[in-house]
């Protein structure tokens, strides 16, 4: 039976470094990280996401501001904001909660951030920095993930990884992030032609692709790390992960639920990437 990786636990605790941390540089320089949210619409989930990001940064001792937008706002009105915060020398981290309404274009929206303020990793700058092996910002599931390796000290050295899911915000920095630190990483998808094969070869299998219960113990060989990154509701509205936890914790050496698993960590990243935007502002002052 697999023992279980709690990442809500690991979150608090890297939460309370982060808030010492924190409270001793304000102590000696009189300053503290700046975090800006922005919110277009009323997307209930993202209500939700938001909240939970504006605590966490004020339990970190963060200046936290959230800025609610009308879904009528438009895509010059929202970029005019954005470079205010971008020469706004108070401000460290920016982050704009996705989706946006249908008339707005994210990708002129994430381009529009100052990469060196850009604590979600999605800029191109930041995915090619961390492409060519020099990242700054990294996008905070994966790296939410790389700390619960080190905590629960998985070896990545040399093991074969396998990844299901190849978006930019989870898989494709997943694999690169596996890869620098030695790993053998396969990328696979939804369209892979046996995909339960491929993923049984692995000794760490990362799901997330986005379809509740999707891997089931067929797809994980005897002792493998399993690492679920899926949030999907079932036909009766419970949270449920992209893994079938019950029978692949039978199989797998250790495993993430959900909920209180990778979750809570994305969020500990997004306030730790904030934290270093901080720091790197203050070295060049």
Do not use: C
Not at 52 to 66: H, M, P, T, Y
Not at 151 to 165: F, R, S, T, W
Not at 166 to 178: D, T
Not at 234 to 253: H, Q, Y
């Amino acid at each position: 039976m697999a023992n279980i990786i709690d990442g809500k636990a690991l979150a608090e605790k890297l939460q309370a470094k982060l808030a010492e941390k924190t409270a001793k540089l304000k102590e000696e320089t009189g300053q503290e990280p700046g975090l800006v949210v922005i919110l277009v619409g009323d997307n209930p989930a993202s209500q939700v996401y938001v909240r939970n990001k504006e605590r966490s940064a004020l339990a970190a001792g963060f200046r936290s501001e959230v800025v609610r937008l009308p879904e009528s706002t438009s895509q010059e009105e929202l970029l005019a904001l954005i470079a205010k915060y971008n020469q706004d020398s108070a401000w460290h981290g920016i982050l704009v909660q996705l989706p946006l309404p249908a008339h707005i274009d994210d990708e002129a929206v994430l381009l529009a951030i100052d990469p060196e303020k850009d604590v979600d990793g999605f800029h191109p700058t930041n995915m090619g920095r961390l492409w060519s092996g020099h990242p700054l910002m990294i996008p905070s599931t994966p790296a939410g993930i790389m700390e619960m390796f080190r905590e629960y000290k998985v070896d990545l050295e040399g093991k074969n990884a396998v990844v299901i899911g190849r978006s930019n915000i989870v898989g494709k920095p997943m694999a690169q992030l596996l890869l620098s630190k030695n790993a053998t990483v396969t990328l696979t998808h939804s369209r892979t032609h046996h995909l339960a094969k491929i993923a049984k070869k692995a000794d760490i299998l990362v799901v997330a692709i986005g379809r509740g219960h999707f891997v089931t113990k067929d797809f994980v060989k005897e002792g493998a790390v399993v690492i679920d990154v899926g949030m999907n509701r079932d036909e009766n509205g419970k949270l449920i992960g992209d893994v079938k936890f019950d029978e692949v914790a039978e199989v797998a050496s250790l495993i993430t639920p959900v909920p209180k698993g990778v979750g809570p960590m994305t969020i500990t990243m997004l306030m730790e990437q904030t934290y270093q935007a901080f720091v790197r502002s203050l070295e060049k002052e």
